[in-house]
């Protein structure tokens, strides 16, 4: 067994101790680029078929877990801004005309409780994520590490939708009620609708909240995947390491 030498490592660590904070800051970030550029040499390398199976599963699962988390706690839709569900479409200009005469407190209570409802359902978009990582064959793992940027969402949108919105539908309408979205829904169209001259607006809110809901899951998906492919450091694993180096040298 090779020996390994600690004198130079010992001498690099009393050098470190004995220099300013600003040296030991420029220092650190050498240190830090070394072991960067050493841990890339060290996960070169063709991987395996299986190794990219792997490493694709193990990627997709830490990004729809961390993007599922973001969106599931309260204001996790009400409190980012790309998600944020607002009224429907053809509800928008009753929002104006009711804010116009002071409504304000009925059209945001509306608003609030449609993103309540969708962070209560993407609770339930976990399992459904991870049934569909583990039914993945390695072909679909091989196109989606060489694909393009969205390849692991475009592949999810396609397999998990029609499951999404099966299971998504009735927690969504339950939970509605139980925040009072449909009762302030009812509230803000009939005030509306009583207004003269104006056609009467009519939504499906639990299909409305449940695309959204769903839009917005994917959206978060998405930035988990691109942060995977486009950061070194987000490649928390040897596997990750090696597969996603690979991917980076067959598209460079």
Request: with cysteine; glycine share 4%.
């Amino acid at each position: 067994m090779k020996k390994f030498n600690i004198l130079p490592a010992v001498l690099a660590l009393i050098l470190f101790s004995n220099l300013n904070v600003s040296a030991q800051v420029k220092l650190s970030d050498i240190f830090k680029k070394i072991t960067e550029k050493t841990n890339s040499t060290s996960v070169s390398g063709t991987p395996s078929s299986l190794e990219i199976g792997q490493g694709i599963k193990e990627a997709l699962q830490i990004g729809v877990l961390a993007g599922a988390d973001r969106l599931s706690v309260k204001d996790g839709f009400l409190g980012n801004l790309a998600v944020k569900i607002l009224m429907p479409p053809e509800a928008q200009k009753v929002e104006r005309t009711l804010r116009s005469i002071g409504l304000n407190k009925l059209c945001d209570n509306v608003i609030v409780s449609l993103n309540r409802a969708a962070e209560d359902a993407a609770t339930e978009a976990k399992p459904i994520f991870i049934s569909a990582i583990k039914q993945m064959t390695l072909t679909d793992a091989t196109n989606i590490l060489l694909g393009n940027k969205t390849a692991a969402t475009e592949y999810f949108k396609r397999v998990t939708t029609s499951q999404l919105m099966q299971k998504f539908s009735p927690i969504v309408t339950t939970s509605l009620n139980k925040v009072n979205a449909t009762k302030y829904y009812t509230d803000l169209t009939s005030q509306y609708n009583r207004l003269p001259l104006v056609k009467p607006v009519n939504t499906n809110l639990t299909e409305y909240v449940t695309e959204k809901a769903i839009d917005g899951l994917f959206l978060e998906v998405a930035k988990e995947e691109l942060k995977i492919r486009d950061n070194f450091s987000a490649r928390s694993t040897t596997l990750l390491q090696k597969v996603f180096g690979y991917a980076d040298k067959k598209k460079s």
